[in-house]
C-alpha cells in the first residue's frame, strides 16, 4: 500500500542524497594509493648501482646488513589502508553536504522544470500537453513587452552598472591613503539587505515628500513622478540596481587594477600618454579578462531582475513598462496559477542564458588561440 502512494519524486528525494554519499566513499577508496608491486610499501626502490654490484660474500653482506632495531620499518599494509580511507573520506565528508544541497535544491528544480514546460496539472492530475505551454507563452500580449523590459533594463545596466564601478573603482586606486575606509564605503549598499535599500529608493522617488523633488524644486526645477511615468520607471530602477550592486564589482575591478605593474604606467608617460590615453592603452588591455567575465555576469544578473521592480512599482509598473520576463514568470506560477506556462518561460529564459555563455566562451577561446 505504501509503494502505491509512492510517487516518483519522493523515490528521487530519497535516493539521490544516498547515491551522492556513496559515490564519494566510492572517490574515496580509489583515491587511495596503492604500493608498488615487487617490493614492501615504504621502502625505496634499489639503486641501479645496487643491482649491477658484484655478489658480496657472507661476511661482507653481514659487516653491511643495517643495524637493528627495526621499530621504524613503515605501518603494515592494512594499517596503512585503514589510515589512508579515514583521510579520504574525512576530505570527501566535507563536501557531501554542499553537493547534497547543490544536487536538491538546484540540479532537482532544474530538470523538474524541464518536464513542468511540457505538463500541465488540473485537478490534481497531471498530463503532457507538447507544445501548448509554449504556444500560451507566445500569444501572451505581455510576453513581448516582458522581453522589450528585460532587454532595456539589461542595456541601461550596462551603461551605468558597468560603467559606474569602473570608474569608482579608478578613482579609489589613485588615493594612496584612506583606501580600507573607501572600500568600505562603496561596499556598504551590498550588506544592506535588498528590501531596506529598494525602501530607502522609493522614499526618494516619493512625489509628495521625496528628496529628489526637494532637491529640483530647490533649484527651481520641476518635480518628477520617478515611478509613476512610464518613461521614467525604468530609469529610476536601473539607478536603484546599480547603487545597490556596484559595491561588489568595484572592489573586484579595484583588485584587478592593483595587480597592474606600475613600470606599464612609467613607460607609457615617458612617450607622452595622457591620463585617457594610459587608461586606454595600459588598464583596459591589463583587466580585460576580469572586464570580460563581469560583462558576463552582469547579463546574466541583469536578464533575471526582479526585486527592484516588483518592490519599487509593484512588478508591472505604469502601463507595463518595468514588466520583466521573471515577473512574468511570478504571475503565471503565483497569480494565474499555471505552473507548466511559468516552467516554459522559464525554459526559454535558460536556453537564452545558456545559448549567450556558449558563445562568449567560444569567442573567448578563439582571442586566446
Given at each position: 500500500m505504501f509503494?502505491?502512494?509512492?510517487?516518483?519524486?519522493?523515490?528521487?528525494?530519497?535516493?539521490?542524497?544516498?547515491?551522492?554519499?556513496?559515490?564519494?566513499?566510492?572517490?574515496?577508496?580509489?583515491?587511495?594509493?596503492?604500493?608498488?608491486?615487487?617490493?614492501?610499501?615504504?621502502?625505496?626502490?634499489?639503486?641501479?648501482?645496487?643491482?649491477?654490484?658484484?655478489?658480496?660474500?657472507?661476511?661482507?653482506?653481514?659487516?653491511?646488513?643495517?643495524?637493528?632495531?627495526?621499530?621504524?620499518?613503515?605501518?603494515?599494509?592494512?594499517?596503512?589502508?585503514?589510515?589512508?580511507?579515514?583521510?579520504?573520506?574525512?576530505?570527501?565528508?566535507?563536501?557531501?553536504g554542499a553537493v547534497v544541497c547543490f544536487a536538491v535544491f538546484s540540479w532537482y528544480p532544474m530538470v523538474r522544470e524541464f518536464f513542468l514546460a511540457f505538463q500541465k496539472t488540473e485537478n490534481g492530475a497531471t498530463s503532457w500537453v507538447g507544445l501548448d505551454n509554449l504556444v500560451t507563452v507566445f500569444n501572451d500580449p505581455a510576453f513581448w513587452q516582458a522581453w522589450r523590459n528585460t532587454l532595456l533594463f539589461t542595456v541601461l545596466a550596462l551603461v551605468f552598472g558597468f560603467a559606474v564601478p569602473f570608474v569608482v573603482a579608478l578613482v579609489i586606486n589613485e588615493f594612496h591613503h584612506g583606501q580600507g575606509y573607501l572600500r568600505l564605503l562603496v561596499y556598504l549598499p551590498v550588506m544592506l539587505p535588498p528590501v531596506a535599500s529598494v525602501l530607502l529608493f522609493k522614499y526618494l522617488y516619493d512625489p509628495g515628500y521625496g528628496l529628489l523633488n526637494e532637491m529640483l524644486t530647490s533649484v527651481g526645477l520641476p518635480e518628477q513622478q520617478w515611478l509613476?511615468?512610464?518613461?521614467?520607471?525604468?530609469?529610476?530602477?536601473?539607478?536603484?540596481?546599480?547603487?545597490?550592486?556596484?559595491?561588489?564589482?568595484?572592489?573586484?575591478?579595484?583588485?584587478?587594477?592593483?595587480?597592474?605593474?606600475?613600470?606599464?604606467?612609467?613607460?607609457?608617460?615617458?612617450?607622452?600618454?595622457?591620463?585617457?590615453?594610459?587608461?586606454?592603452?595600459?588598464?583596459?588591455?591589463?583587466t580585460r579578462l576580469i572586464l570580460s567575465l563581469m560583462l558576463l555576469m552582469q547579463i546574466i544578473a541583469t536578464m533575471q531582475v526582479f526585486v527592484e521592480p516588483f518592490l519599487l512599482t509593484g512588478g508591472a509598473g505604469p502601463e507595463g513598462s518595468t514588466t520583466t520576463v521573471v515577473y512574468l514568470i511570478y504571475q503565471y506560477a503565483f497569480n494565474f496559477n499555471n505552473y507548466g506556462a511559468a516552467a516554459a518561460l522559464g525554459l526559454l529564459l535558460l536556453v537564452l542564458l545558456a545559448g549567450f555563455s556558449a558563445a562568449y566562451v567560444r569567442l573567448s577561446r578563439a582571442e586566446d588561440e
Open positions: 509503494t502505491q502512494h509512492l510517487s516518483w519524486r519522493w523515490v528521487f528525494y530519497i535516493n539521490l542524497p544516498i547515491g551522492i554519499v556513496a559515490l564519494f566513499v566510492i572517490a574515496a577508496v580509489l583515491h587511495i594509493p596503492r604500493p608498488a608491486r615487487g617490493r614492501q610499501p615504504g621502502r625505496p626502490a634499489p639503486r641501479s648501482d645496487e643491482m649491477s654490484a658484484p655478489s658480496l660474500t657472507p661476511s661482507t653482506a653481514a659487516s653491511r646488513r643495517p643495524s637493528p632495531p627495526y621499530e621504524t620499518d613503515p605501518a603494515p599494509p592494512t594499517g596503512r589502508f585503514a589510515r589512508d580511507l579515514k583521510r579520504n573520506l574525512t576530505a570527501h565528508g566535507f563536501l557531501i509613476q511615468d512610464p518613461g521614467l520607471s525604468m530609469l529610476s530602477v536601473v539607478v536603484a540596481s546599480t547603487w545597490m550592486n556596484m559595491g561588489g564589482a568595484a572592489l573586484i575591478y579595484l583588485a584587478a587594477l592593483q595587480s597592474i605593474p606600475g613600470e606599464l604606467y612609467e613607460a607609457a608617460e615617458l612617450d607622452g600618454a595622457g591620463l585617457f590615453r594610459k587608461i586606454w592603452h595600459v588598464t583596459i588591455p591589463q
